[in-house]
């Protein structure tokens, strides 16, 4: 019985009389090559600190590579772990949003269509130095970018 199997596991897995073999085959070709799914991107932030004056605005970019439209995607801006800015189903969530950051951030919407979801952060403080993640999501992939924040305090005394 058991040589009985092994001859049947050799037919299946000989190519040359086996249309499953074939598939199997095929199979594995279409899987393994590299595929550009439209689903996938990624994220790209700026290599270089961002620096914003103490009491003043800081834009911290961010952008979809290849560009396209960021408007149904959920986007979530980080602040080491505090939740800084959430954009989901087209519009501002601010449940999730640390005290910190309230009435202080905004998304901008003048190129979330071409992929530009950089947050705005007025007032900035100095504890807003620091690391920060743009993560995007697309309900399929999820990529994110990470970049620093420098708050620039400047004496008044010469």
């Known amino acids: 019985m058991e040589h009985r199997l092994d001859h049947d596991v050799m037919e299946i897995l000989n190519p040359s009389n086996s249309l499953l073999s074939n598939c199997v085959i095929t199979f594995i070709i279409i899987f ?11 994220v790209i932030g700026p290599a270089e600190p961002i620096q914003a004056s103490l009491g003043g605005e800081a834009e911290l970019p961010c952008y979809l590579s290849p560009p396209q439209s960021a408007e149904h995607m959920e ?5 080491s772990t505090h939740v800084v800015h959430v954009y989901r189903d087209g519009q501002d969530q601010f449940g999730d949003q640390s005290l910190n950051y309230q009435g202080r951030t905004e998304l901008k919407r003048d190129a979330i269509t071409s992929g530009n979801v950089t947050l705005k952060i007025w007032d900035v403080r100095y504890l807003d130095s620091g690391r920060y993640m743009c993560l995007l999501w697309n309900g399929f992939h999820q990529e994110e970018a990470d970049m620093e924040l420098k708050v620039l305090v400047f004496s008044h005394y010469h």
């Open 32 to 42: 393994k090559m590299p595929t550009l799914d439209s689903r996938q991107f990624s």
């Open 75 to 79: 986007v979530v801006w980080f602040h």
